[in-house]
């Protein structure tokens, strides 16, 4: 769960992989305009929302993290390539085998 | 109601005074308000008497004339709310005639009482001696300034925005929410002080570039540092710093200090312990501060100060600068940190914003400058009315009310100290850091000490020391049904939420039996309870009814007494006119010739006529619908002015007749 989280950190915040630290703030005040809780006094939610904006700024904000979120998303990525590269054989044999690990 | 919101600054804005300000958004721009004597800015000064309690202009009015009364000047607000905090952690083991405690109560002129370890202040009001909390105080010049936006708009105000000093801690924001709460204000947020000069420096600019703006904000007893990225509307606080001890006033010790020895050198005698002569020479002292930063050399002259001496001598602004020297560096430190913090170099700094009546002082504003390598530093916001303006702006966003031209503002702040937990070994864990963006939370899992352990006190700190105790203690509270395991098993979470306003929310849960126990600060904080704020609140308003009703009073026995006196004048004058004729148809008995009938007929109509006039005017004194000219009143024409003034007239003709 923790990993789907931090891997949508660049989504929350609508950013490209290679934002740079500069893309990032300016991305982080145009989006902080949509939904922090000044601008939605009547939405409870939005504190919420604006709390992961946060999250995802700090995050992206901190090399250490950030370059963990990136090695994550790359082997998330490599994965789903050599899975796409599998036969459909290797593939049912994967599913399944996730599907009793669960 | 109304859907204006105000912004009240409630600061020191100029060197010494503290005023407060305030503004509200109509019509597409802040409007500064200004106040019942037609000035933009009120002395936050309360003043006590045997009769009234004066806030405002009239209170800093009474104190000039009467500077040893019991007024409350501005500095007892502001030091007031300070006075809980600093009065707490300076009484804490220390005796009451601790050297440290007796100079800070020398500074003030009225006296502070204790109760608990509560500061308070001690008054005589109608006779009676009160004591009443800074929270009290405070609320009284909030109070006066939501009046005077009241009176200004026609409508009644409840919604603010008020600012504080950017270091201000969680406590003593909390204390301003309390004045507030006894004004009858609803406050929709505090803003930081910096943070609203900075929305006054940067609304009406449009920046496409992220621009880094540090607000330099020295005034008369705190000082803030902060660094804001502005860009497009969006205020976002990087960092903040500062020291809610040093500003004007500090100079001022100096001065005086530097001055007491040196009327010990010359006359072998102490003015320390005299503090009538002290209070005359501080004034001059603040005095001479503040020609120091336009001349270049001044002089102080005190006739009598002690026995028979005249005390005069002079001082240059070499001298001034040589004894406040480590004091205007120290502020250094605060910027230092702040860039550290934010992880801005120095020459990224785009702008450099001086507010406060502390940085008129050139040496201050020279040693800013060249820290950023001699950038030149600007001072071209109003330093009064700046905080007020940006406050204004905040609420309006906040009221919705200003949402059409502001789509695009919006303020991100920061909390300005870390807040966290005390441990058991003594040291502190911070769990949301200072500078972190608000509204925020964080949630970290903690275990027991002992094994089997159901009972676990959580004590919430503020602070940056490692160590506990060297940070504040905010509040504690008792987490109990904790299921019985071996040390280190059982899962608390505690969750730490600071909400708009900078206030916190601690949550407690443990995570295996999920059994929650949440507290605010703003309930178990050793502040005011909830009842005290009702209470206070309705004595605010007994003091308002109150005050009404002298007002009233007055109001009522001026209309008696001038129409007591027009009345007399003018049966006075009747009274002559009849009495010339009296002695006139006494004069024509052994007149010659003598006098016909048509003169004497002549004569009645004249007094008819003059007699006429008279009543007339009477009536009209009566009626109040004949304007004349010169009349001492202004009073307006009111409904039940008549009701007293026919009865006069009958009573009055009667005796004529």
């Not at chain 2, 003169?599 to 007094?607: G, S, V």
Request: with cysteine; aromatic share 6%; net charge negative.
């Amino acid at each position: 769960m923790a990993e789907e989280e931090q891997a949508s950190a660049y989504e929350v915040l609508a950013v490209e992989a290679e934002a740079t630290e500069a893309d990032i703030r300016r991305a982080y005040r145009q989006r902080s305009l949509k939904v922090h809780p000044d601008r939605h006094p009547n939405n409870p939610d939005a504190a919420q929302k604006f709390h992961e904006l946060t999250e995802a700024y700090n995050l992206l904000l901190d090399p250490i993290r950030r370059s963990a979120l990136d090695a994550q998303i790359k082997i998330k990525n490599a994965r789903k390539l050599r899975f796409a590269a599998f036969d459909s054989k290797r593939k049912n044999l994967q599913e399944e085998l996730e599907e009793r690990e669960r | 109601m109304s859907d204006l919101a105000i912004g009240i600054d409630f600061a020191v804005n100029l060197i010494g005074t503290t005023h407060s300000c305030v503004g509200v958004w109509q019509k597409g721009r802040v409007e500064i308000i200004p106040n019942d004597q037609g000035n933009r800015t009120t002395p936050s000064c309360v003043s006590f008497s045997s009769t009234e309690r004066l806030v405002g202009d009239g209170a800093s009015n009474q104190a000039s004339l009467n500077p040893t009364n019991t007024q409350v000047p501005l500095l007892g607000l502001l030091s007031g709310s300070m006075a809980r905090v600093f009065g707490i952690k300076r009484l804490i083991g220390r005796k009451f005639d601790d050297e440290e405690v007796q100079a800070d109560m020398l500074h003030w002129p009225f006296e502070v009482a204790r109760r608990g370890d509560r500061p308070l202040v001690r008054v005589m009001h109608c006779g009676q001696q009160k004591e009443l909390t800074a929270e009290e105080i405070s609320s009284m010049i909030l109070l006066k300034m939501k009046e005077t936006a009241e009176a200004y708009l026609g409508a009644p105000i409840t919604d603010a925005v008020v600012t504080v000093p950017t270091y201000y801690d969680n406590r003593q924001r909390q204390a301003t929410h309390d004045a507030c709460a006894i004004a009858g204000l609803r406050v929709l947020d505090t803003i930081n002080e910096a943070t609203a000069a900075a929305i006054a420096y940067g609304l009406d600019k449009k920046f496409y570039k992220p621009r880094n703006v540090l607000v330099f904000d020295l005034g008369g007893g705190t000082f803030d540092v902060s660094l804001l990225a502005i860009e497009d509307g969006v205020f976002e606080v990087k960092a903040v710093a500062g020291d809610t001890h040093l500003g004007g006033e500090d100079f001022d010790n100096r001065l005086l200090a530097h001055f007491v020895a040196e009327f010990r050198r010359l006359y072998r005698r102490d003015l320390s312990s005299n503090p009538r002569a002290l209070r005359r020479l501080r004034t001059a002292c603040e005095r001479a501060k503040r020609t120091l930063s336009s001349a270049t050399k001044t002089s102080i002259e005190i006739d009598s100060i002690l026995d028979d001496i005249d005390f005069y001598t002079s001082i240059t602004r070499i001298q001034f600068e040589d004894l406040c020297h480590d004091l205007f560096y120290s502020t250094l430190k605060s910027v230092e940190k702040v860039l550290r913090d934010s992880h801005t170099d120095r020459f990224d700094v785009q702008e450099v914003v001086l507010v406060g009546g502390s940085t008129r002082i050139p040496r201050v504003a020279k040693i800013v400058s060249d820290f950023f390598h001699g950038k030149e530093v600007n001072k071209s916001i109003n330093p009064d009315e700046a905080m007020a303006y940006g406050a204004a702006v905040h609420a309006a966003v906040l009221s919705g009310e200003g949402l059409g031209k502001m789509k695009d503002m919006l303020l991100l702040d920061v909390a300005p100290i870390s807040l966290g937990i005390g441990m058991v070994d003594g040291t502190f864990t911070p769990l949301i850091n200072r500078n972190t963006i608000i509204p925020a939370k964080r949630s970290l899992v903690f275990s027991t000490h002992e094994d089997y352990q159901t009972h676990m006190l959580i004590e919430v700190y503020e602070g940056e020391s490692v160590r506990m105790q060297d940070n504040r203690l905010l509040g504690r509270f008792q987490l109990s049904g904790i299921i019985a395991l071996p040390r280190g098993v059982p899962q608390i979470e505690i969750t730490f939420g600071i909400s708009r306003g900078g206030l916190l929310n601690v949550f407690a849960m443990e995570k295996s039996a999920g059994y929650t126990n949440a507290i605010t600060i703003a309930e178990d904080r050793g502040g005011l309870a909830r009842e005290e704020i009702e209470r206070m609140a309705w004595e605010a308003q007994q003091y308002k009814q109150q005050e009404s009703s002298n007002t009233l009073r007055i109001a009522s026995k001026n209309r008696l007494e001038s129409y007591v006196y027009d009345l007399r004048e003018l049966t006075a004058t009747l009274n002559e006119t009849i009495s010339r004729t009296v002695e006139w148809v006494d004069s024509t008995e052994r007149a010659e010739p003598e006098i016909s009938a048509e003169e004497y007929d002549q004569a009645r109509k004249d007094l008819e006529a003059a007699a006429f006039m008279i009543v007339q005017d009477i009536c009209g004194l009566a009626w109040r619908d004949i304007p004349r000219p010169g009349r001492a009143i202004g009073d307006d024409v009111e409904d039940h002015s008549g009701t007293p003034s026919t009865a006069g007239t009958d009573d009055g003709f009667d005796r004529r007749a």
